[in-house]
Nanobody, 125 residues
Framework: QVDLVESGGGLVQAGASLTLSCAATSNGNSIYAMAWFRQAPGKEREFVAA????????YYGNSVKGRFTISKENAKNTIFLQMSSLRPEDTAVYFC??????????????????WGQGTQVTVSS
């Protein structure tokens, strides 16, 4: 079991910046990668960004490239999502996910074994 706790969501105006955090408790498990997904009402869960746990390789969804940055702090078992130039269409619940598998499908929600409870991000116009 891997426990994930997100924080940092909130209400901001368009153009603002916000940073989300996800703290992982691995309980002895070896995490392969972690990611951020988001889900707006009535829509499917959308890939935002992923990062390898033992590498520095990062991956981004097309809608956030150049605006969002994913990073990690291994000593604290925490990943971050720095979001800038936020738009109303970024409004969603943001979920943190972790996978133990060596998978190439990091942009697919089904590749992730564990999820946090989600944190709401609302961007007003």
């Amino acid at each position: 079991q891997v426990d994930l706790v997100e924080s940092g969501g909130g209400l901001v105006q368009a153009g603002a910046s916000l940073t989300l955090s996800c703290a992982a408790t691995s309980n002895g498990n070896s995490i392969y990668a972690m990611a951020w997904f988001r889900q707006a009402p009535g829509k499917e869960r959308e890939f935002v960004a992923a990062i390898g746990w033992t590498t520095t390789r990062t991956y981004y969804g097309n809608s956030v490239k150049g605006r969002f940055t994913i990073s990690k702090e291994n000593a604290k078992n925490t990943i971050f999502l720095q979001m800038s130039s936020l738009r109303p269409e970024d409004t969603a619940v943001y979920f943190c996910g972790a996978t133990l598998a060596n998978t190439v499908w990091l942009e697919r929600a089904y590749a992730y074994d564990y999820w946090g409870q989600g944190t709401q991000v609302t961007v007003s116009s």
